[in-house]
């Protein structure tokens, strides 16, 4: 292998539904920035249908409808075409035979110990209902999108390790085998510890539609101001103003964590300098919940305004949103097919490459005949 000198990030989401918060604090926020960085010579960003198709086999009209949505949620987020390769993976066909290619270096057995696929297998109930073999071997199909992007660093969430790990094996035992082909790729995961796995607003482990617990980053204000008011978990023993709040488990703090900052007070809660001030008043006693979440809404609307305008404007031009994403799906398609074929020839599968294959068939022909 040519060893690549570049530093390239490959990220992407799987179009089933809006982006929420969790998708924002956790990665999207994170592109952004590391998009504006100037570290990195390429940042892919997958919309990975496939994989959506794995456990919506029988609905992909789900999947076809939100591609737009995530599409508008990355431009309105700041994510910029010139910068970053947005592109469409069922459309990339380099992806499906790596995936074939692959799923040879790796057992059942040791897909079946990924923690990532064993959560996601018990919070959709496969476990009762059945798994589908596309479904149970998606870690495989991931580590085909990362490497044929040479992606040297995957920006994830904590829950997504084991996925990454699993990739980072594939790629030792083709190696191994084949020779030195593949990039070997490293995680990044957010620094904050709370943007790492965002709750739901009802304080259950993970955002879900199915749940109603996501503020989605296309919601307008009295959907937010719902959300948090309505059905955002604080803490069941503090009743009064007075008495002493916990912040463990309280969803309004662990928000607060993640988003606000210093200059957040001294804009809408000029009677703190910080949130440690407001955390020390809150278990102490005498600061309402109702007040904390309407410091939360002011932080919230802050981030979401300008995103929502974006996205107002973007959604008046989806015919240039289409040239986006298909100029970067073809451009995905060039890159992915060089390392397919890279691929092919370290395993020696590029038949019709070189036609030296013809003299080394009919030396195998004549030494069998001896």
């Known amino acids: ?135 149970f071997a998606y870690p495989v199909s991931q580590a085909a999108d990362i490497t044929a992007f040479d992606a040297t660093v995957v920006p994830v969430g904590e829950d997504q ?34 943007q790492r796995r965002l709750p739901g607003v009802d304080g259950k482990a993970k955002m879900s539609k199915s749940l109603g617990n996501c503020i989605y980053l296309s919601d307008d204000a009295k959907t937010v101001k719902k959300q948090i008011n309505g059905k955002m978990f604080t803490d069941p023993q503090h009743l009064r103003i007075e008495d002493p709040g916990h912040l463990e488990g309280n969803v309004v703090f662990t928000y607060l964590d993640a988003f606000c900052t210093p200059e957040h007070f001294s804009r809408y809660l000029p009677d703190y300098r910080n949130l440690d001030e407001m955390k020390e008043h809150y278990q102490r006693g005498g600061l309402g919940d109702g007040t904390c979440k309407k410091f939360l809404f002011q932080v919230l609307e802050e981030i979401l305004t300008p995103i929502r305008d974006a996205r107002a404007k973007w959604e008046k031009d989806i015919d240039t949103v289409y040239d986006i994403l298909r100029d970067g799906t073809e451009k995905a398609a060039e890159k992915t097919n060089q390392t397919l074929a890279r691929v092919r020839s370290a395993m020696r599968i590029n038949y019709f490459d070189d036609r030296k294959i013809v003299k080394e068939w009919q030396a195998l022909l004549k030494a069998a005949k001896q």
């Not at 599409?71 to 035979?97: E, F, R, W």
């Not at 699993?166 to 085998?177: D, H, L, S």
């Open 1 to 135: 292998m040519e060893a690549t000198k570049k530093q390239i990030i490959l990220t992407g989401d799987r179009p089933t539904g809006r982006l929420h918060l969790g998708h924002f604090v956790g990665s999207l926020m994170r592109r952004v920035e590391l998009q504006n960085s100037g570290k990195f010579d390429e940042i892919n960003i997958l919309i990975a249908d496939d994989q959506a198709l794995t456990d919506n086999a029988d609905n992909p009209g789900k999947i076809r409808d939100n591609i737009i949505n995530v599409v508008l949620d990355y431009l309105s987020a700041g994510i910029d075409p010139g910068k970053s390769t947005i592109c469409i993976q069922s459309a990339l066909p380099a992806l499906h035979a790596l995936t074939f290619y692959y799923m040879n270096l790796v057992t059942t057995a040791r897909l079946s110990r990924n923690p990532t696929v064993k959560a996601e297998i018990q919070m959709r109930g496969f476990a009762d209902e059945g798994l589908p073999a596309g479904f």
């Open 161 to 194: 390790l084991p996925m990454i790990e699993q990739t980072r094996e594939i790629v030792e035992k083709f190696n191994k085998v084949y020779g030195d082909t593949l990039v070997l790729p490293n995680a990044l995961i957010p620094e904050n510890a709370t």
